[in-house]
Structure formats: C-alpha cells, structure tokens
C-alpha cells in the first residue's frame, strides 16, 4: 500500500505538468474565404464561393460533382520549409471541351493577420460552343485563428 500512495501523487505530479505542454502543442487553425468565378462573355457559368476552417495536417474538402460534370473543392494547411502554408485546389469541368483548375497557396502570419491572394486567367476561343472570351478569376482571403507551439528541433 505504500508503494501505492507514493507511485500515485508521483504520476499526477507528472500529467499536471505535461499537460500544458500538450495543449500548448496544438496545431494551428485558420479561416478562410474563397471565390472562384468563370464567365463566358460576360456572364457567369461557374461559381464557387466558399467560408471554411482547416487546422494544420488536416484537408477540407469539397464534392459537387455530378453524373456528367466533375466539381471539386480542396484545402489543406502546412509546414513547409518552417511557414505554414495554406493551399487550394479547385476543378470544375464547365463544358464538354472546357475545364477550369486553380491551384494557388497563401502564407500565413501571425494570429489575426488577414493575408490574400487572388488571380485572373483569361482565354478567347473562335470554337463553335462556346466560343469568346473565357475569363476565370479567384480570391482566397484567409487568417489563422488559434497559434500553435513553436516546434523544437
């Protein structure tokens, strides 16, 4: 029973202590706002607007396809070369002989700092269907909401 009454305070001693330890390592988390928009002429044929969350090591993902169109939305947040990096991917079959992908990442700061990106792509065509200017463009706005403890080497 001694053993007992000595190995017990002893273990509690060392969880209270390490716990901070454990919740201070917790990944980072961000939010972010993505709009993608792909017009023909003028007039919109593919939107994709968006508000999500990821933490660090995890994917958000976006399915709307359908039987005869292929639509996928895609985010994932990392460490790369010790910046925490959030990347997109987006893939939306808009017509028989036209698809769109943007592809994009974004560093994140510090907790609260709003960070952008955004772009434009734009091609005109003579084809038939659908034939003119094809323009897309896509905004990411984003901003990390919880830190995450520095990693040791």
Known sequence: MRKLTTIVPAFIA???LT??????????????NVDINYT???TPVDTYLKD???????TFFDDLSTAIREKRFSASLARIDGKLMMSIDYNSDVSVFNQILVDT????????VVVSTG??????????VPSGNHRTTHALICHR?????????
């Open 40 to 42: 023909v002429n003028g």
């Open 119 to 128: 772009g434009t792509h734009m091609f005109s065509s003579s084809q038939a």
């Open 14 to 16: 060392a969880a209270t």
């Open 145 to 153: 909401l919880a830190d995450e403890a520095p990693t040791t080497p």
């Open 105 to 112: 990442s974004l560093q994140i700061r510090g907790v609260d």
């Open 52 to 58: 999500f969350e990821v933490t660090r090591g995890e």
């Open 19 to 32: 716990l901070p330890l454990w919740a201070a390592a917790a990944p980072a988390k961000v939010a972010c």
